[in-house]
């Protein structure tokens, strides 16, 4: 038992020194980015303008964003958090740019107590048709 609280408290040592001293032995390994995932991996850039977005797939026959391109449009484009929910719902379920803006628009709708038939959740609520 002694043996192995010595070792482990050997080994926390060592990794708390090499941790802290990284900055003088890191430049001198070799690089490994091609074994290493890096943030180039797990980072993708957001496209910045209409054009951009019709390329990476925001764009549909309901949802069309042609006009904003031929018209020259010069604003930034759409709304980088939800693209970036939108694309996320996109790859990991599979679903089509239609599907995917109304589940992510679904999903701000119950978090906002607004049901998916677009009233408001609260039972206090009163409308007057």
């Known amino acids: 038992m002694l043996i192995l609280f010595s070792v482990s408290v050997l080994f926390l040592a060592a990794a708390t020194v090499l941790f802290l001293t990284r900055a003088h032995w890191l430049h001198r390994l070799p690089e490994f980015s091609w074994r290493l995932p890096t943030a180039g991996h797990l980072y993708a850039r ?9 390329e990476a797939g925001l764009s549909s026959s309901t949802f069309d964003l042609s006009g904003n391109v031929e018209g020259g449009d010069g604003r930034a484009g759409l709304d980088d958090a939800a693209k970036s929910e939108i694309l996320k719902i996109m790859k990991k379920r599979r679903l089509n740019f239609d599907r995917a803006r109304q589940v992510y628009m679904e999903s701000r709708f119950k978090a906002n107590g607004i049901g998916p038939d677009g009233r408001p959740r609260d039972p206090k609520f009163v409308s007057f048709s």
């Not at 957001?46 to 019709?54: E, H, N, V």
């Open 46 to 54: 957001l496209p910045s303008t209409f054009a951009g977005d019709m």
